[in-house]
Nanobody, 124 residues
Framework: QVQLVESGGGLVQAGGSLTLSCAAS????????VGWFRQAPGKERESVGF????????YYKDSVKGRFTIARDNAKNTVALQMNNLKPEDTAVYYC?????????????????WGQGTQVTVPS
């Protein structure tokens, strides 16, 4: 099975950018669809975006469309979440998750493999 590790979180001022990385080991990440999720304090975990196994299908939460981009780097066995024009409401712990199905899902219950999360803080 695949193991996932996120990195790249931190504190950034509003309007700034961060790139999160989801690195896989154990198996090739291109064998999995990958979702990015986030959980803010006191809130439920929510889907931020999705990339299919081929990379040809992408979905984004409405509030991040045009600001966030998900991309695969198969040579590095990673999936990146590029975040631009960050806002205070983007503050959360960000997780990557993988599922073997090729089909899109925003439900965290349908992802079997999870990283430990990385904190993103955008002060208001």
């Amino acid at each position: 099975q695949v193991q996932l590790v996120e990195s790249g979180g931190g504190l950034v001022q509003a309007g700034g950018s961060l790139t999160l990385s989801c690195a896989a080991s154990g198996r090739t990440l291109s064998s999995y669809s990958v979702g990015w999720f986030r959980q803010a304090p006191g809130k439920e975990r929510e889907s931020v975006g999705f990339i299919s196994r081929s990379g040809g299908t992408l979905y984004y939460k409405d509030s991040v469309k045009g600001r966030f981009t998900i991309a695969r780097d198969n040579a590095k066995n990673t999936v990146a979440l590029q975040m631009n024009n960050l806002k205070p409401e983007d503050t959360a712990v960000y997780y990557c998750a993988a599922r073997e199905s090729a089909f899109y899902s925003s439900s965290d219950r349908l992802y079997a493999f999870w990283g430990q999360g990385t904190q993103v803080t955008v002060p208001s």
